[in-house]
């Protein structure tokens, strides 16, 4: 996240003042803005009908009772009000969902750092490492969901053959309220360890100058004291571009949990992600559930903009702060 | 949009010969556990039905049954599930591709009032979570009667393709020079002939990478066809394996290996089409990243 380019870069003929002031004065200038807004029209109309639209429609719904099937009631804020008050599973997917967070995101992260510096020593054959680390990125949420299924069968699953054999008790995994939730953080682990995170980080870790290493090592840093002074500072942002958005999609944790769980057992891995899910397409309470995604999106929000307030302390952009 | 260099440099003189050692098994144990559970899926497919519940498990099937893949049309709409992918992933790329180069275009060649503005709101949709503008466009399409078809997941697609990849491809027409459209415009190019003739064809790398990511994750997708499709003539191959998956065995007839094929099935196209295009997916994947 180094910076964005908001205007393009076409510095050449400043406008002369005059022409400025009258804005879309030449007929030319008046030609390329309607033919700006012609080529804008598929996202001008996009935006409007699949984004602005259902977020007003969304922020209306969330303050009415709505079945589908007969026409929706105002009921103001009863629906966040019972959200919070009356769900007995609000708070306890909440928890869940941090749960999961807590432990994927740190794990997830440094797990894929950690690949991406095996990645940078530069030995022959890492093209074919990375390609290997990334394939479980690729499998599809629910061929993973059902592979892990069979993988961590808790009587003939090969993991739990092998956790038998060195004699230690087998946990019944996806099968059991104490290890499904350890279960589903360890299939995400499989695919966040090789996935984007860790071609970010590679990137990364390829734009940090050998100079700085070399100096480092001059002044007599060992291979640690480079990590923590020269490059973890030198790839921060792409720490806090990885950590931003790998909250967000850990938060949002829904598919694998879906077919995997389905939730379970005993709500073990009710996942709020699941929880709006099943309150709109399991109950059709649309109201409630369009409360529950507004209210998912300000915890989201919530988190970013505190991390974005934070990154000042912590990520150095060597091209200077924007 | 600066090529990355995506091939790590040469090893440093510094690395001995024993280190480098250590690091390729603890690379090569990493490959192990990583693939392992591709390993132990394929060996399941091809297993005999009564040697799958078996303890301790057999790794290798002594005979291989390939003919378990056939069964797997006769079990389930397979081929179905499989056209419907392709015909979702097709249509909702071919939309991506064209509607955000268009858009892209826009936002990087035109001066107009309001643009700034609505950069930034491009922008600020990718932090929406999809769950706030799920039960709106649900409704939507219910009221158009398009529930249980494939619309729903392919049509959006042609409205502007979605934030990320607009802003990829404005990024990337920004790095080509100006000069070739004024050029143009001198010899009496209209806009569209510009975008046709001179900017998409220096785009391929950057379509191709908008193209293959958005075919990896159309494929992926599990939300949108489970929300939208309800028959299973209709379904896509996710909600289709999960179908198959949750279906119950008819009495005596065990069907887990046949599940496992039909995973191996699903996967493998996917993970074909990433060593072909693998180039640009990873760029685009970095780009996001160091951009972003």
Redesign the interface.
Known sequence: MVQIVTRPGRDAPVPRPWVRRVGLGSPARVREAIWGYIFAIPWLVGLLVFIVGPILASLVLSLTKYDVITPPRFIGLTNYVTAFTGDDLFWGSLQRTFEYAVVVVPVGLSGALFLALLLNRGLAGTNLFRTLYFLPSLTPAVAAGILWQWLFDPSVGPINFLIGSLGLPKPGWLASPAWALPAVILISLWGIWGGNNMLIFLAGLQGVPKELHDAAAVDGAGHWSQFIHVTLPMISPTIFFNLVLGIIGALKIFSLAYVATQGGPAYATWFFALHIYRSAFGYFQMGYASALAWIFALILMIFTVIQVRLANRWVYYAGGNS | MAT?????????PR?RLPG?IV??V??TM??VL??F??F??AA?SLKAASDV?????I?IPGVLRWDNYPQVFQLVPYSTWFANSVIVVVLQTLGVVI?AS??A?????????G??L??????G?M???A??????????F?YLGWLNTLKPLWL?A???GGAFN?FLLR?FI?SLP?ELDEAAIVDGAS?ARI?WSILLPLMKPALATVAVINF?YG??D??GP??YLTSPENFT???G??YF?VTPNQPGVPQ?HL??AA?VM??VP??AL??IA?RYF?EG??L?????
């Open positions: 990355i260099a995506l091939t790590p440099r040469l090893a440093t690395s480098r690091t390729y603890g690379m990493l490959v990583f693939i559970p591709f132990w899926t399941s519940y078996i303890y301790p498990p790794w509607s268009l858009v275009y826009s936002f990087a060649r035109f001066r107009y009032p643009r700034e609505l950069f930034l709101i491009t922008l949709t932090m929406l979570p769950e706030v503008t799920l039960i709106p466009t649900y409704l939507l219910k959006p042609w409205f502007g607009i990024q920004l100006h806009y975008l990896i494929w992926n599990f939300l489970l929300v191959l996710a909600v394996l999960r998956d887990l599940l496992m995973v699903g996967t996917i993970i990433f060593f693998q990873v994947v970095v996001s990243g160091i951009k972003g």
